[in-house]
């Protein structure tokens, strides 16, 4: 039975995360992270998208994001997953499946879901136990919505102006995390 077709229309918001093949780790320096970062970069520059969050992880990736007009999710996966591959292998002397399958990426429905979206996918380090706080984690967009840290990958969440009367207000209301 063939797979579904992915939702496709201008303007969604999707969670796209993926994880390493049978769970194993795809990111083990700091290098692969700036490598993967990278790719992403250069992702947005070939196939244009707004990046409103992001986490890496160990053995996978989250990213909310928004393709540009005319632009597809699985063209943007593939093109970042690839390179990642490349690099990956590369690195590691190896070859084979780096990812575990199809990438996931489920629309984000509203403004409201979006922040709550964003906030778990900033958590995730803080979930593992990987950080007693967030801002000491490099690998994600908290830095950015908490401490205005830049990141010239990351646009404005949508309704970003209404989530506080100003800046610090609109940071606070963004970063309220829960474990």
């Keep these: 039975m063939p797979r579904p077709p992915r939702p496709s229309a201008d303007g969604l918001l999707y969670h796209a995360l993926n994880r390493g093949n049978n769970r194993a780790d795809?990111?083990?320096?700091?290098?692969?992270?700036?490598q993967f970062?990278?790719?992403?970069?250069?992702?947005?520059?070939r196939?244009?998208?707004?990046l409103y969050g992001y986490c890496l992880m160990s053995n996978h990736f989250h990213l909310l994001l928004s393709p540009g007009p005319d632009q597809s999710i699985s063209r943007i996966l593939q093109s970042l997953t690839v390179a990642h591959?490349?690099?990956?292998?590369q690195a590691q002397a190896s070859s084979g499946h780096v990812w575990q399958g199809r990438f996931k990426s489920p629309v984000v429905q509203s403004d409201e879901h979006a922040l709550t979206v964003l906030r778990y996918v900033e958590a995730n380090p803080?979930?593992?136990g990987m950080v007693a706080d967030l801002a000491d984690y490099p690998w994600s967009s908290y830095p950015w919505h908490a401490l205005g840290r830049p990141d010239p990958l990351l646009c404005r969440l949508p309704g970003w102006e209404v989530l506080g009367r100003d800046e610090p207000a609109r940071c606070r209301r963004t970063c309220q995390t829960e474990r």
Excluded: G, I
């Design 26 to 34: 795809v990111f083990f320096s700091p290098d692969d992270f700036h």
């Design 85 to 89: 591959t490349w690099h990956y292998h």
């Design 126 to 128: 803080l979930r593992a």
């Design 37 to 45: 970062l990278h790719a992403l970069a250069q992702t947005q520059q």
């Design 47 to 50: 196939y244009p998208f707004a």
